[in-house]
């Protein structure tokens, strides 16, 4: 470590971290709502009691017809929406009926960033802080404006779309700095997480998922809990030659900060190409978490959820920070729902596995030894190439994707919007050529165990058990959305919101809105006192391509195997871009 980052590290490691402020219980700042990623309101106003009078507040009419994954921000009485790409940025005036526009940021970006994006030209969100607005566009520019005015204050170029590169994650502002990642690693991008000054739009680190160890910024604090993450240089020497320098690792997920381990975390994405026989070895840093101190980015502990991912698990679901009873104590521990179908209970501190439970059906591994950490893979079901692989399950889609779930600290549940889903496969052999599909797989995906597509489901981290499910026609996309007043929400693609009681699971509301929801809702407290709840209709995504995408439906292999899987979907539901927001009367 360079002296100069060693004398920070050492200062940050004996002063205490301090603890960020906290925002109006009625606001929503970022698009987890806090730093813990728990998706959880405060509010209470609307209870399991009045939920069937919820009513339509206000619309609003986003003008783009592509994927709306974003979760809607409130602060000081304006909501903040940005749309997939162009990525316009529109404010929206809570203080006034309708909610009409107070301004419109276009931040233009470029159209050739489109041909690169490898599912869909989706945005997750902006982030608010200190009357600043921070977003990403999907031709890598991270961007701030004025969050009064509009009026742009810096543009940060962060990477090449020339090469494969977009944007689509939800930055975090953390300690005076903004935390955004990389996507394209189908594309053999290699994957990386930056720190950018929040004054200036300089960048104050970067840290890549692959490589030599100076590169992933791992040094003398970095001690993972299990043996096989130990070793110099494992960012490289996991790797065949070279192939560390496109092998994948992005960060296009949602990023958790702990103030009192003051630790962030955050999931790295599948190692490129798909097919493994291509790049033997663990392929660190890939498909796995990550702990970093977020003022030097120095690594502090890892963990790989799926050493030499075979079936493009990638590693970035959110990490939801909950204390929890195991063993007769209460522990401070990561709850992480991962695409490989098992549902993670990590001590945050060290990275320890306290367990490891699956919560939709699993043929490709038998379990995770919590001896050593390793995910125990069924070698039946290894993509061979020149064989077809027949039930592997999860797909490739994972038992859940990005779309984040909520946890209560009143319900003590955590709400998984999930897909039960399982793919045939076909691996080849690939070449990479910049800004090219790197994949060298082929699939078809279709509905698992029960012939049901989608689930939503309460989930005990205790217990390791579901405490009950509700079965969806569509994969669940939307994020979920819990209440202190014991509701939870969320959207079905093929256009229904829905309202829950959050302790039963009993359907007790839902509207039918213009389009597929694929977004993350959110509630907030409005000027005039009252709880709303928000939610953006967009199909698109992975999942809803084949209508955002007009994807010819006799293709299956078409998105990556997902058409054969949604053939139907737009016979249910069409493009949209439309805001909805709820109220009691």
Known sequence: MKPFLAAVFLVSNLMPAPVPAAEPEGEWHMAARDYGNTRFSPLGEITPANLPKLSLAFTFSTGVLRGHEAAPVVADNTMFIVTPYPNLVYALDLTKPGAP?????????????????????????????????????????????????????????????????????????????????????????????????????????????????????????????????????????????????????????????????????????????????????????????????????????????????????????????????????????????????YLYVLDRASGQVLSATPYAAITTSTRVDLETGKLVYNPAKDPTAGKTVRDICPASSGAKDWQPSSWSPRTKLLYLPMQNICQDAQTFETSYISGTPYVGASLEQYAGPGGHRGEFAAWDPVAQKKVWSIKENFPVWSGALATAGDVVFYGTMDGWFKGLDAKTGKLLWQYKVGSGIIGQPVSYRGPDGKQYVAVLSGIGGWAGTIVSGEIDPRDGTGANGMVNLTKDLPKYTAKGGMLYVFALP
Not at 266 to 283: L, M, V
Not at 289 to 300: H, L, Y
Not at 325 to 332: S, V
């Open 101 to 341: 526009q107070k301004w419109k940021f276009d931040p233009k970006p470029a159209a050739s960033s489109q041909g690169v994006a490898c599912c869909d030209v989706v945005n997750r969100g902006v982030v608010y802080s200190d009357g600043k607005l921070f977003f990403n566009t999907l031709d890598m520019n991270t961007i701030a404006l004025d969050a009064r005015t509009g009026k742009e204050l810096w543009r940060t170029k962060l990477g090449s779309i020339e090469k494969g590169e977009t944007m689509t994650m939800a930055p975090i502002v953390v300690k005076g700095k903004v935390l955004v990642g990389n996507s394209g690693g189908e594309l053999g991008v290699r994957g990386w997480l930056t720190a950018l000054d929040a004054a200036t739009g300089k960048i104050a680190w970067r840290a890549w998922s692959t490589g030599p160890d100076k590169d992933v910024l791992i040094g003398p604090a970095f001690k993972p809990f299990y043996a096989q993450d130990r070793g110099k240089d494992l960012g490289m020497r996991s790797w065949p030659g070279d192939g560390w320098k496109i092998g994948g690792g992005t960060v296009w997920g949602f990023i958790t900060y702990d103030p009192e381990t003051d630790l962030v975390y955050y999931g790295t994405g599948n190692p490129g190409p798909w097919n493994p026989e291509q790049r033997p070895g663990d392929n660190k840093w890939t498909s796995g978490i990550f702990a970093r101190k977020p003022d030097t980015g120095e690594a502090v502990w890892y963990y790989q959820w799926s050493p030499h991912d075979l079936h493009d698990y990638d590693g970035v679901n959110e990490n939801v920070l909950a204390e929890i009873p195991i063993k007769g104590r209460q522990r401070k521990v990561i709850l992480h729902p991962d695409r490989n179908g």
